[in-house]
């Protein structure tokens, strides 16, 4: 019987590299570099990272936080109208 990897008898190709030819990782690069090195490069990646962001023009800004405040108020008077009906719908059911 057999499976898509191959038989079940057999074992597999990648189960037969012999330990010599296995490579052994040791600590890596940020093993090798102090708290503040690494702490300076996250910095560093940072900034390198907020240059690439496309930011927004004042005409784009200004329309972008008219339609958040817009959209706030309306949700603000949302709320307080069904708080409204169902502070009276309460008032009206428990007397």
């Keep these: 019987m057999t499976d898509a990897v191959g038989s079940i008898d057999t074992p ?7 330990e010599s030819k296995k490579r052994v990782r040791k600590g890596g690069k940020r ?9 300076a490069t996250f910095y560093r990646q940072i900034i390198a990272e907020l240059r690439k962001v496309v930011w927004p023009t004042r005409n784009q800004l200004t329309s972008y936080t008219t339609v958040v405040i817009f959209f706030v108020v309306i949700m603000i008077a949302l709320v307080t109208v069904i708080d409204y009906g169902l502070n009276h719908a309460a008032k009206y059911v428990f007397g």
């Design 31 to 39: 093993a090798k570099k102090g708290p503040l090195k690494r702490l």
């Design 12 to 18: 597999d190709a990648q189960d037969e590299v012999p």
